[in-house]
């Protein structure tokens, strides 16, 4: 029998799983609750318990298993297997993840351990979008801007910090971010970015009429998900917070593309679920400041695997390093 | 005996060159006049004269080299060996180098020729400040800004186009560019675009008194190296020119910085020739909008070969590649 792969992606939500062949084909796929109670101390104990099960399931044994690949929220020491400050895991100190799964198996299975953002960009490339190329760059959009690098088909991690796209600078007097600097991308392109950037604009532009505008003059909860939808169906004002929030990720994915000039961008998370709508946006706005010979070779797409993204990627992390 | 590699540096005023052994040690480094006239053909044959002598000077045959690493302006053809629009070197039509090469020496030695700007990082990378770093980023600040981008220990070239710094946006309502695009980086820090910005602040500002800022109102030419030399002597017109081309430099450095999160990147050009006093400057604008976890990971120091940059790189594209 050829042996299989687990990839796990760590979640603040679930715990999701895939097995994978070696020659990279998914056999099985599913997910558990993730328990954050108790400084996240069942986390590793519930992953490990799924893993047994699918293990008694198929009648296998540690030999039959030819490594573990994850990806995990906060900061990885890649070569200890330890991940620490992932605080929707509600884990604040160094958690020994790899250690603690050997040891529940008493196994010696290689386990690699790799940044959420940047096991998503792997799975884009191999599964989704990324269609095989050898250079490219996945920028999520969600609750922040996060980012995974992929140049000469190896994962970019630089000293640590490679891929925080989120942290560019982006924005002249822009508003203060998580990070504590001002202006950064996530502060104008994330979700919540794109809500702030709204609200600033209402204020600064006359009355539109734009029923999104009024919304925000009456103090009801907008969502960038709403901003997208009038601004698609012609809301001036709406068209005004995508243009100047899409001008700012536009830009960013240029000065990305003027330095790896990657074959595509890949553009995912839940604000792309607007879809080719915002792909038209920021494409425009790449187009007009990116350098011609970078422009006509790096192509920005939209990403295609959503939350699958990140079993695949966490697979694959065995594949390449065995 | 061990064999030799040929390091050689095209440039618009010399070629220059260098004997390298497989340790890596520089044997020899010597160069010869570039003749660009009658649209570039005397070139390669020339240099074909400066390997041979060297041969014949040192009795070696074909057989003790074992190739020959070069860095080309214009556009490179990795595959082919072939440069095009090398407008220094007057080769506007594609020019088959490698093959030229090989046949006058009726030799099958490897030839990779480079991109100039990324072979000289890789030279600093060997040589130089990179300190065998395995993420080392090069910008160049001299008429034009350019760049070399090293991860995971090899050149990034992307679709053929990577490396591009001088063409990030940069300057919002900036001046157009030689690329076609307003505002890249290259249109504020490099020693054309330094000079233009003082002439723009000359004129925005009060008359401070300042000497630098009289020659402007006078008609007469200032350089780049004049600004830095005057702002570091305490003139206020300089020093605010100073401060707002390396703003945009330090920010560049930062989302470059974001990206792929280098252990060094490195200033490099005649503009860098300012020295301590620049590194500080534009260290600090880097400081003031770079991540933090970026910022204390990624260091911004002086390039310390200068043109022997060059031929150091282009001899390592051979122990590389063999």
């Excluded at 560019?168 to 950064?184: L, N, Q, V």
């Excluded at 209402?202 to 998900?225: C, H, L, P």
């Excluded at 169906?233 to 994915?253: K, P, Q, W």
Aim: glycine share 14%.
């Amino acid at each position: 029998m050829t042996k299989k792969i687990f990839g796990i992606d760590l979640g603040g939500t679930s715990i999701k799983l895939s097995v994978v062949s070696t020659e990279g084909d998914i056999i099985d796929q599913w997910s558990v609750p993730t328990d954050n109670k108790d400084e996240g101390q069942h986390i590793i104990h519930d992953l490990n318990q799924a893993i047994d099960a699918k293990m008694k399931e198929n009648n296998w044994t540690n030999d039959d298993i030819l490594g573990i690949g994850m990806g995990s929220p906060g900061v990885v020491n890649r070569e200890k297997g330890t991940v620490t400050g992932a605080y929707n895991l509600n884990w604040v100190d160094e958690q020994p993840v790899a250690d603690d799964i050997r040891s529940y198996f008493n196994a010696d299975w290689p386990i690699f351990i790799e940044n959420d953002a940047n096991v998503a960009a792997l799975g884009e490339q191999w599964k989704g979008a990324g269609d095989h190329a050898s250079d490219v760059v996945l920028v999520t959009l969600g609750t922040g801007v996060g980012g995974g690098v992929i140049v000469n088909n190896q994962l970019v991690v630089g000293q640590g910090a490679a891929g925080e796209i989120g942290h560019m600078f982006s924005k002249e007097d822009g508003r203060k971010c998580t990070c504590g600097k001002h202006g950064c991308l996530e502060t104008v392109a994330s979700a919540s970015g794109i809500v702030w950037t709204a609200g600033e604009l209402a204020y600064a532009m006359d009355d539109t009429g734009s029923a999104i505008q009024g919304r925000i003059f009456n103090g009801e909860k907008v969502t960038s998900e709403d901003i997208f939808k009038a601004a698609e169906a012609g809301d001036i004002f709406a068209e005004a917070v995508v243009d100047e929030t899409m001008s700012h990720l536009g830009r960013a994915l240029g000065q990305i593309a003027a330095v790896t000039n990657p074959k595509y961008i890949l553009i995912g998370g839940g604000v792309a679920n607007a879809g080719q709508y915002l792909l038209d946006k920021v494409t425009q706005h790449f187009n007009e400041s990116v350098y011609p010979g970078v422009g006509a070779t790096t192509h920005i797409k939209l990403a295609t695997l959503g939350n699958d993204a990140g079993v695949y990627g966490a697979a694959s992390l065995v594949m390449a390093n065995i």
